[in-house]
T-cell receptor, first 112, second 111 residues
């Protein structure tokens, strides 16, 4: 998607290992979000950021941490991956005003 | 507590028919109601959105109907086409708070 990229696109990791997912934007947008998508649950908010070094928890934040040291990058870290964190992770960005989100293409994470 | 309830979970519609997806919300402070469309392997993309000061918004074959008193809003897809087959999510937010999403509806349009 234009202006937002997620990496990696796919990852398989072992239980107990730390994992970091990256979201990079070129739109200079203030707001960035991490959601996870699971069958039957839709999109659930993990963490979000409203500026550099400004972050807050979402609905399903346990086991996850985030960092935003630059406007363009928002990192999601699974401190010690568990099988319940197997999911598709989406990053989204939003500019000021009543605009919709632009989502990245997602990262499919499998924890074995 | 689920803030936005979406139904049905799945929907099969004949080509040329009308697809209707419904959402209900609890928080009367919500002031922005978008719909997203997601194709397999892709991220959701904004389809159409409405604010509570209007009862209907139309963009091409897609229409949002909004009922503030009932705390419900719905997506209508007229003349549904196989290319409309996707998962649709409703969502809601208040001010700068993050969007809360429904659980999604998988639409299949068959010829």
């Amino acid at each position: 998607d234009a202006g937002i990229t997620q990496s990696p696109r796919h990852k398989v990791t072992e239980t107990g290992t730390p994992v970091t997912l990256r979201c990079h934007q070129t739109e200079n947008h203030r707001y960035m979000y991490w959601y996870r998508q699971d069958p039957g649950h839709g999109l659930r908010l993990i963490h979000y950021s409203y500026g550099v070094k400004d972050t807050d928890k979402g609905e399903v934040s346990d086991g996850y941490s985030v960092s935003r040291s630059k406007t363009e990058d928002f990192l999601l870290t699974l401190e010690s991956a568990t099988s319940s964190q197997t999911s598709v992770y989406f990053c989204a960005i939003r500019g000021q005003g009543p605009y919709g989100y632009t989502f990245g293409s997602g990262t499919r994470l499998t924890v074995v | 507590q689920q803030q936005v309830k979406q139904s049905p979970q799945s929907l099969i519609v004949q080509k040329g028919g009308i697809s209707i997806i419904n959402c209900a919300y609890e928080n009367t402070a919500f002031d922005y109601f978008p719909w997203y469309q997601q194709f397999p392997g892709k991220g959701p993309a904004l389809l159409i959105a409405i604010r509570p000061d209007v009862s209907e918004k139309k963009e091409g074959r897609f229409t949002i109907s909004f009922n503030k008193s009932a705390k419900q809003f719905s997506l209508h897809i007229m003349d549904s086409q196989p290319g409309d087959s996707a998962t649709y999510f409703c969502a809601a937010s208040r001010g700068n708070t993050p969007l809360v999403f429904g659980k999604g509806t998988r639409l299949s349009v068959i010829a």
